[in-house]
């Protein structure tokens, strides 16, 4: 078989204009300007050869890419491809491109992708989702700030708060310690006394925010916290399903209303009722958190907290590429959206408020 034939390079563009490499460098980059004549030869060699931009040595030698990286812990978990689509969305609008990866739930992971994306001239790298509290989070996180910002990108951080103050970052949050509070108060305004948290992961900032927020509420209340009733740990649906189980077939539930990490967590824990012969809400009453689309599809359907995804990853995009204009600057790189309580039907009032 014939060897497919080279592409062009802009060494051979120059040749057919009788130009330098440099002019025709100057006029695909429009840097600085070039003679009419020259312009149009230039353009006419380009069509002749079909010649295509080398976009990654492009990428390299510009201040930046006009890319949009999106670093999620897993790319199947639904709640945080919501907030990439948003991302998407706005980068559309921006005339940008994105680039999707999965960190894999590895904050080791995390920084080597945004090492490599720094390298690349990426020109915003957005991570969705809290982060584990480790000591050496804010030394690393704080030194690729500077880093991406020294080579003219920006860090953009969703649903995670600013590690330090002062750094060169773009945060997105939603009211994450709000939400919780709202929907513990939900259940207590309900009559309910003896309330469990139930998953998430330890020493994860989403979780110590919801956990610190729960327990809060209860205090408000005039209610003890009991840590026995504060189940962490149970992340996929399966998991929490497994542990109510467990708790079933130990005896009756020691609560009768459960605050749930998310919504997935609280469809394994109102399986696991049903499986007992138990009932929601009459046996016991669940909050979710997050809104899924699955909230609305359970029986019954979920009261759940709604988070802005959508508008969580636009606001992102336009803040860190605007982040030099006024409106955009300052304070308004660091924006916090609002949460509410969605209400269906997981919720019965007591009117013993003894247990």
Known sequence: MPDSP??????????RAGVSAATVSRVLTGNRPVSPAVLTRVQRAIKDLDYVVNAQARALS?????????????????????IAGGIEQQAIAEDRLCMVCSTLGDPHREMALVEMLRQQNTEAVVLIGGNFVTPDYVDQI????????????????????????????????????????????????????????????????????????????????????????????????????DAVRAQLAAGPLPYTAMFCFDDYVAA???AAVRDAGLTVPDDLSIIGYNDEPISIDLWPPLTTV???TDELGRTAVRLALHRDEPMYAGSHQNVMLGTHVVMRKSVKARRNHDR
């Open 268 to 270: 394994g824990v109102m």
């Open 6 to 15: 080279r592409a062009a390079t802009i060494r051979d563009v120059a040749a």
């Open 62 to 82: 510009a201040p930046h890419s006009r890319t949009v990286a999106i670093l999620l812990p897993e790319l199947s978990w639904r709640f945080h491809n919501q």
């Open 142 to 241: 704080s030194h690729l700030a500077r880093a991406l910002d020294k080579a003219g990108s920006r860090l953009v951080l969703i649903g995670r708060p600013a590690p330090a103050p002062g750094l060169p970052i773009t945060v997105v949050d939603y009211d994450n310690d709000g939400g919780a509070y709202a929907a513990v108060s939900h259940l207590l305004s309900a009559g309910h006394r003896r309330i469990a948290y139930f998953g998430g992961q330890l020493n994860h900032s989403t979780s110590n925010t919801r956990i610190a927020a729960y327990e809060r509420a209860l205090r408000d209340y005039g209610v003890e916290v009991d840590p026995a009733l504060v189940f962490v740990g149970q992340v996929s649906r399966a998991d929490c399903y």
């Open 306 to 308: 709604r988070i802005p």
